[in-house]
């Protein structure tokens, strides 16, 4: 286990090997000389690239341009990876053309294969079919896909600008009451595009305690892009009431575990690096990257994870979940004991998740308070690994607090349901 | 005016609690001296304020090239000569 | 190629190019973001400059040897766990003062380094001149200016890195007061 929170531990260590070594003050006037013969500088005009920089931290203009970008981000994420390009492409491909063509010339439609591989031979569209080559291609390629492409591009921009140390400083007060501080949003947002580099970026955070409220937030509270692509496509009219109560989640719960987690939240010291004009070689490359990591990482999950459901439905073992868990289900959170069976998904792949959640019949409520669960319940299995990467005993622990989470915000998003009469 | 009285008098000041837009020279960093050095804002420095965040939000300065946000309570430990 | 590949480390403060540096030397894909933190992790990769083979490491940045989050731990812990490395310090030539800082840590060590002192566009934009020869006199280790964006002055880093060499801080010390006007490469041991 690492040890932490002892910043000279290092010290006696660097002492030896070395001939002299200075004092932090000394080296601090070493330098003063050095840089006093060596440096140089003219007159330095501002640039607009400084004007923006300083408009942009400010808080009576940084604070609105933070919403227009946020907005920006979000409607160019669903209009072009939801309308454009699934249901203007992706879905008409699949719908009329693919499904039915698996439909016709996969043989014997009463098999075992058919079942597991094309699906319901009834179904007229990809979302019902839910078989490994109609279900799960079109919602690896046709929904995820193109979801996840536009949101890399997008966040690679975001970190390439130098917008996010500038976009920490202004969340900084309200992140700083939730036990962690401005950084955190770095995490946050990277988190947004998949949690599995997010948990590692939680590394950026000074102490433990900071490190364990924002890998707990994460596991539970930021959905990924996948997720959001998904959900763009499925529930496009209840997206924001999920992400209103996963955001809700992320602001108490991070207040709640910042009374209660023991240690230190030390305040906010970053570096504002100068704004860059993004290069579209560095843009390109990293949206090659992620993508291809999507295509080879996640596409596999999301088959393999369609044919794991269908063998369970097989073999009873949802079936036999959902009625052992129903009461939980139907009485405690207020979705159909159906839910089971997504839930289990949700493990291997929230898109895929959600998906199956679509074909279930409830209300819209039902769907929301659904979809809440599914994201907050429990890490998929990548999130899962890395998470036990940064330590065992702080996975356990989030665990345990996820589950708290899950069962007492389910609870109370169904509460919220029956006050408000839609439940 | 007081403006003026600061001026002839090189007010000492805490970071946190500089105008928007004043300068001066950091005279004493009270706390954390070793972390704030390393981010560059040091004692003899030059440092301008640009802006702080409402509800004790972040104090962020810029000390020749860079720029530096800081907490609040960091910023109430840096003392500026403020000129 | 009997020789073993040589190690080299690639450190300095967070966001100054390092990992730039570190594609263009090893035609790699570390990520590059306009961020104090991007890289919390190290990557490994290879290139051959003059027949030999060298491993290169993009250490997470630090603003100091005294670690104060996790990527600065790793930093650390990178510099003691290969000790026989060659340091390369990545410095941003519109922010020297600070990366020196880490800079004279790593020398103090009693490594061999060398300086790449990258982002010289942005220095000369912002009207900044550094006098690298000087500075390199000054230091006893061998400073090389370069573009990593670009691409300018990364065959020379390359070129340079078997010239890196350890120094003392005793004599920067003297030399930046004024008190040894040798440089160090006259003497090549200049402590002796
Ligand atoms: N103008 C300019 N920008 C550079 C140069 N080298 C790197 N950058 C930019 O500086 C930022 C940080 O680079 P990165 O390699 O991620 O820094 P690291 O944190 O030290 O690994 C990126 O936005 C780069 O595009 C350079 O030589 N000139
Ligand atoms: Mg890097």
């Known amino acids: ?423 | ?83 | 190629m009997s020789k073993k590949a040589a190690k080299i480390l690639l450190v300095g403060n967070p966001n100054v190019g390092k990992s730039v540096i570190f594609n263009r030397l090893t035609g790699s894909d570390a990520v590059v973001s306009n961020y104090p933190g991007t890289t919390v992790d190290y990557t490994e990769g290879t290139f051959i400059s003059g027949k030999q083979e060298y491993t290169v490491i993009d250490v997470p940045g630090a603003y100091s040897l005294e670690a104060r989050d996790k990527a600065e731990e790793v930093a650390v812990r990178m510099l003691h766990e290969h000790r026989d490395a060659t340091v390369v310090v990545v410095l941003d030539a519109t922010r020297i003062e600070r990366g020196l800082y880490i800079a004279l840590e790593t020398i103090e060590m009693g490594r061999s380094v060398l300086i790449a002192l990258n982002m010289i566009d942005m220095a000369h934009d912002r009207k900044i001149s550094v006098d690298d020869r000087k500075l390199q006199k000054l230091l006893g280790v061998p400073v090389v200016p370069l573009t990593a964006i670009t691409g300018e002055g990364i065959m020379q880093l390359s070129d340079m890195i078997r010239k890196a060499q350890a120094s003392d801080v005793k004599d920067i010390l003297a030399r930046a007061e004024g008190r040894a006007s040798e440089p160090a490469q006259a003497s090549g041991c200049a402590g002796c």
Request: charged share 15%; glycine share 8%.
């Open chain 2, 1 to 83: 005016m007081l403006n003026s009285v600061t001026q002839v008098l090189n007010l000492k000041m805490k970071l946190s609690e500089m105008e928007f837009g004043a300068e001066g020279v950091i005279t004493e960093i009270n706390t954390e001296k070793q972390k704030i050095n390393a981010m560059g804002i040091r004692v003899g420095k030059k440092l301008k304020m640009i802006t702080k965040q409402p509800i004790k939000g972040p104090v962020v300065s810029t000390c020749g090239e860079l720029e530096v946000a800081m907490g609040v309570d960091l910023a109430s430990q840096v003392v500026v000569d403020v000129d």
């Open chain 1, 1 to 423: 286990m690492q040890k932490e929170e002892h910043p000279n531990r290092h010290k006696r260590q660097v002492v030896q090997g070395a001939d002299m070594v200075l004092n932090e003050d000394q080296r601090w006037s070493l330098v003063d000389l050095l840089a006093k013969q060596t440096i140089s500088a003219g007159t330095y005009k501002q640039t607009v690239w400084d004007v923006i920089g300083e408009l942009t931290v400010k808080p009576l203009t940084g604070i609105p341009v933070a919403f227009a970008v946020l907005y920006a981000f979000w409607s160019v994420f669903g209009s072009f990876a939801g309308a454009l390009c699934t249901d203007g492409f992706f879905v008409k491909f699949f719908d009329n053309h693919f499904l039915p063509w698996m439909q016709a010339i996969w043989p014997d439609p009463n098999s075992i294969l058919y079942f597991l591989f094309v699906g319901d031979p009834l179904a007229d569209n990809c979302f019902e079919a839910f078989g490994v080559l109609t279900s799960g291609l079109f919602i690896a390629i046709g929904v995820v896909l193109p979801a996840v492409l536009i949101f890399y591009l997008m966040m690679a921009i975001l970190e390439d600008s130098g917008y996010l140390p500038r976009l920490a400083v202004l969340v900084d007060t309200l992140l700083h009451k939730m036990g962690l501080h401005g950084y955190a949003i770095v995490p946050t947002i990277l988190g947004l595009g998949c949690n599995v580099p997010a948990i590692t970026a939680t590394r950026i955070l000074e102490t433990k305690k900071q490190r364990f409220i924002m890998m707990t937030l994460l596991a539970i509270f930021v959905p990924c892009g996948a997720q959001l692509g998904i959900m763009l496509e499925v529930i496009p009219e209840s997206v924001g009431y999920v992400m209103l109560f996963l955001l809700i989640g992320y602001v108490v719960f991070g207040y709640l575990l910042s009374k209660i987690v023991p240690g230190t939240n030390p305040e906010i010291l970053i570096d504002v690096p100068p704004y860059h004009m993004p290069q579209r070689a560095n843009i390109t490359k990293k949206l090659w990257m992620r993508t291809s990591g999507f295509i080879i990482n996640a596409v596999p999950f999301v088959l393999l994870g369609v044919l794991f459901i269908n063998l369970l439905y097989i073999g009873g073992v949802i079936q036999w979940l959902s009625d052992v868990f129903a009461p939980v289900f139907v009485h405690w959170f207020g979705v159909p004991k159906e839910t089971a069976g997504p839930l289990i998904a949700a493990f291997l792949r929230k898109d895929l998740a959600v998906a199956q959640l679509s074909n279930i019949e409830m209300t819209q409520y039902q769907m929301i308070s659904a979809v809440v669960l599914i994201s907050i319940y429990f890490p998929c299995v990548a999130t899962f690994v890395v998470m036990l990467k940064e330590g065992w005993k702080e996975l356990l622990a989030a665990v345990g607090v996820l589950f708290a989470v899950a069962f007492i915000y389910g609870g109370i998003i169904h509460a919220i349901g029956i006050l408000l009469g839609v439940a």
